[in-house]
């Protein structure tokens, strides 16, 4: 198993700022996930982070949008830039442990209000 | 592509009854299944999981779900409520280990004294 630390775990921002959200995992993940959950909906897949390389972005998300980085194994961050009310949503990022792909494991989540 | 709907956003049920959270996917490889719990304010937290291995899998909590092909349908069951159950529960499906996962809308358990 692993451990997604994610952090902040709630913030509030102002409109047109821009928001860093990171995640730790305890031990070596194959993959590394962003989802977005808006407002009384269900998750929606942001992009796949790519350990040194530039994330795969899902349809309808951008990387001016939501620039992400993984530099290492076991690190990533998503940057909300420039934000609008419209961002305000859960944002979780997820794993997958090396050899034990048929399970991913998630953070406890980035509660983001924008005002 | 995947795609999944669960059917009832809110379930409400008595301490003790059974427990049914219907989900029906689409795929066009074979799926992977998963059913996850959400708590308040908390991540996801997965209850099982369905690899191509047996139909009937049985997870934490007292919790299982079906495979049935011909039906593509994942229900998630628990015999018995408890009150620790109220929870929003999320059915996912994927064409291939638990990467990209695609989530249902999400059906909220309510537990009823």
């Known amino acids: 198993s692993a451990v997604i630390s994610q952090k902040p775990s709630r913030d509030i921002c102002q409109r047109g700022t821009s928001l860093t959200i990171q995640c730790q995992v305890d031990?070596?993940?194959?993959?590394m996930f962003w989802y977005r959950q808006q407002p009384g909906q269900s998750l929606t897949l942001i992009a796949t982070a790519n350990q040194g390389s530039e994330a795969t972005y899902e349809s309808g998300f951008v990387i001016d949008k939501f620039p992400i980085s993984r530099p290492n194994l076991t690190f990533s961050t998503l940057t909300v830039s420039n934000m609008s009310p419209e961002d305000s949503s859960i944002y979780l990022c997820?794993?997958?442990?090396?050899?034990?792909?048929?399970?991913?494991?998630f953070g406890q989540g980035t509660r983001l209000t924008v005002v | 592509a995947q795609s999944v709907t669960q059917l009832g956003s809110h379930v409400s049920v008595s301490e003790g009854a059974l427990v049914l959270l219907r989900c029906n996917y689409s795929?066009?490889?074979?799926?992977?299944l998963f059913w996850y719990v959400q708590y308040p304010n908390q991540g996801l937290q997965l209850l099982l999981k369905y690899t191509s291995a047996a139909t009937l899998v049985k997870g934490i909590n007292g919790f299982e779900a079906e495979f049935k092909k011909s039906e593509t349908s994942f229900h998630l069951t628990k015999p018995s409520a408890h009150m620790s159950d109220a929870a929003e529960y999320f059915c996912?499906?994927?064409?291939?280990?638990?990467?990209?996962?695609?989530f249902g809308q999400g059906t909220r358990l309510t537990i009823n004294p």
């Open positions: 795929s066009s490889v074979p799926p992977y």
């Open positions: 997820s794993g997958t442990v090396t050899g034990q792909n048929t399970e991913a494991f």
């Open positions: 996912a499906v994927s064409g291939g280990g638990a990467q990209k996962l695609v």
């Open positions: 031990s070596q993940v194959t993959m």
